[in-house]
């Protein structure tokens, strides 16, 4: 979630996937937050014939609020910009240390069937917010990777879906490679980018954006965000693997960049930033809370033996 664009050639898919709709969560649920009505949505496309569902978090709570599952989600916590001049503090679920207020969690499931990740302000002007992760608990390399989220408006507000390399304790970033299948910066409604980034390629080298054939403010409503990874090949699209509209290869690099990819495992993550070089501070007509919710997160493999989780 580092920094942003250039524009790549797309080139032809070299795997054909075959696409089906899926109702895999019955029924329709809304909830009401300060954006106004959510609706759920039914599911992302089934996965062609040859993928399997090797990974999933339906968020699919008993409670009004709960943990998000610790089996398969942990926290980064803290402030201090974050290397992006972000203004929030992270809080983990039940925290209390100042400024969080384990009362007004940043994060938790419901049992609307939602992760929530809420960016708050106190009355005394400081924003808290969540970041979670996957990180030791399970990771993953090629497939297909994808969340049904709907954004928060407002200016100030940076929510993203991304995944760093499992190497970035050893090796550190930008070695270990990023993806960042999507952002938004609320003073792009309509817009969500997608980027990659690793060794010689950071900042503004390597990403595209995503503009709604409407203009329509992704805040509005649920949509798909996903990753079609496969060896030196990465590709995003936005609510059917059909719709892709960025496509990276090693070819796509500069001179004497390296290619992260191929490597190792990544983990997955999600948050809400508030603030940041890229986005800029809320303004006046920001509101609080601020929510970011998530319908689930899926990952599809052709072959299972390329996840590794924790083993209860």
Known sequence: MNFKFAAITRIALGLCLI????????GTKTHSSMNGPATKA????????????????E???????????????????????????????YCAYGSNASPCNAKTPNVYVSSDGYLHIVGRRDAAGKYTSARIKTEGLASFQYGRLEARIRIPAGEGM?????MLGDSVETIGWPKCGEFDI??????????????????????TLMGLPYVDPGNTPF????????????????????????????????ASLPVGAVWPFNSGKFFLILNLAVGGKWPGPPNRATSFP??????????WQAAPSSVSAKKE
Do not use: C
């Open 182 to 203: 999507m952002e938004n910066i609320g003073k792009e409604p309509a817009i969500v980018h997608g980027s990659i980034h690793g060794q010689g390629f950071t900042g």
């Open 219 to 250: 805040s509005q409503g649920f949509h798909n965000y996903g990753l079609i990874w496969a060896p030196s090949r990465v590709e995003y699209y936005v609510d059917s693997p059909s719709n892709v509209y960025a496509i990276f290869t090693p």
């Open 42 to 57: 039914p599911g992302s496309a089934v996965p062609a014939s040859t993928e399997t569902l090797v990974w999933s978090d």
């Open 290 to 299: 601020a929510e970011m919710l998530v319908d689930y997160v899926r990952v």
């Open 158 to 162: 940076w929510p993203a879906f991304w």
């Open 59 to 89: 968020f699919n709570g008993k409670q009004v609020q709960s943990s998000p599952d610790p089996k398969k989600w942990t926290y980064e916590t803290g402030g201090g910009g974050w290397g992006n001049g972000e203004l929030e503090t």
């Open 19 to 26: 696409v089906f709709f899926d109702s895999a969560r019955a």
